[in-house]
Structures are given as C-alpha cells and as structure tokens.
T-cell receptor, first 112, second 115 residues
C-alpha cells in the first residue's frame, strides 16, 4: 500500500540554520507527493507538490523538496530557518482513487 | 464562499451523546475529505467524497461514525454515542475534483471534546 513515513516527530534548529525534514514514501507507481504546513492555530496549507514534472520542487517561504526515486525520499529543506517557520509539517501522498494520505507530522521549533 | 467553512469551531459534549459537524466546501469543488487530528496521531483519513461516486469510507473508525454530502456540496459528519477517545480536531478539505495533482484546501477544523 502507498504511504509516507516522516522521520522525527520533532526537529529543533537555530535561527539561520539549515532546515531538513525527512519524508520517505512507499509506492509501486510514480507518486504524487506533497508537503503541507500547519502554523499554530491555523488550518493546513500547501507548501509544495511533486507531480513528476521536475525532481526539485520549490514552494512558498523559501522551502524546497527533492524527489529521489532511488531513495524513495521527498525531504523538505530550507537553507536558513526563520522564527516564523515554526510550525507542524506534514508529508502526504495521493493514492489510488485520489485519496490524500498524510504522514505523522514533524513539529519544527526554531530557536533564536 | 471564499474558503472551506466548518462549524462548530468548538464542541463540548458528554459521553454517549450524538454530535454533528458541518463542512461547507469551496464553491465548485467536487471533492471533499474529512480527517481527524489527534495529539500524537497525525492526520487520520476518515472519508472521501468525489462527485457522484460512492464515497470512500475506508477510514471511518467504527460504525458510530457516518458522513453524508447533500447536493454535492455541504457535508455533515455524525458521531453517535460519543466516546472520550473521539476527542480530536476534525478537519474538512475540498479540492477541484478528480485531479490527482490538485491542492486540498482545509477548513480551520471543529474541535470536539467528549467529557
């Protein structure tokens, strides 16, 4: 069955440091992959998506993710963390029938 | 409307009571989803409606949970005989349709507390 696994339920970085949030997928067919973000007391919003056009995907707020088929990964990165990046991040995959399945989420904390 | 609207935003109920949660999707969106978000449990898929197709109910945790979508628009999630473990935030999302690359738009959620 198609699914996603997020490594690390909580990640803490210093302001200005690299952000790396890990996501691995399992899929027997080329997947459609997404990262969503949930800021405190807000709804989820789309950060970026991979739909097989380009392996490096750029999203909002300086985030990007690279699809690596050989590693079955879709890790989210940002070169320099900002305090406003503190939020919960969810990796997700579309499975057969159009259903979107989420990973367990990673809470990102940014220290001054 | 401009976005996905959910009501009530907060609901406190006693164990054993029935509750109804409502979702108004974005106008014109044919796909509608319900998820449950609990502490430490991530986002759990509940049910998915796509146009006039039979809904995918594979995520409903028990027969106490049901959902309907009237006229292809508004959806109601009903939980009968609520239990304390039903306490969670229930999120609704909609998308344009059977476009597998499409973005889901989420509501702010309905926080349910079962005492």
């Amino acid at each position: 069955a198609q699914s996603v696994t997020q490594l690390g339920s909580h990640v803490s970085v210093s302001e200005g440091a690299l952000v790396l949030l890990r996501c691995n997928y399992s899929s027997s067919v080329p997947p459609y992959l997404f990262w969503y973000v949930q800021y405190p007391n807000q709804g989820l919003q789309l950060l970026l998506k991979y739909t097989s056009a380009a392996t490096l995907v750029k999203g909002i707020n300086g985030f990007e993710a690279e699809f690596k088929k050989s590693e079955t990964s879709f890790h989210l990165t940002k070169p320099s963390a900002h305090m406003s990046d503190a939020a919960e991040y969810f990796c997700a995959v579309i499975i057969q029938g159009g259903k979107l399945i989420f990973g367990q989420g990673t809470e990102l904390s940014v220290k001054p | 409307g401009a976005g996905v609207s959910q009501s009530p935003s907060n609901k406190v109920t006693e164990k054993g009571k029935d509750v109804e949660l409502r979702c108004d999707p974005i106008s014109g969106h044919t796909a509608l989803y319900w998820y449950r978000q609990s502490l430490g449990q991530g986002l759990e898929f509940l049910i998915y409606f796509q146009g006039n197709s039979a809904p995918d109910k594979s995520g409903l945790p028990s027969d106490r949970f049901s959902a309907e979508r009237t006229g292809g628009s508004v959806s109601t999630l009903t939980i009968q005989r609520t239990q304390q473990e039903d306490s969670a935030v229930y999120l609704c999302a909609s998308s344009r349709g059977a476009d597998y690359t499409g973005e889901l738009f989420f509501g702010e959620g309905s926080r349910l507390t079962v005492l």
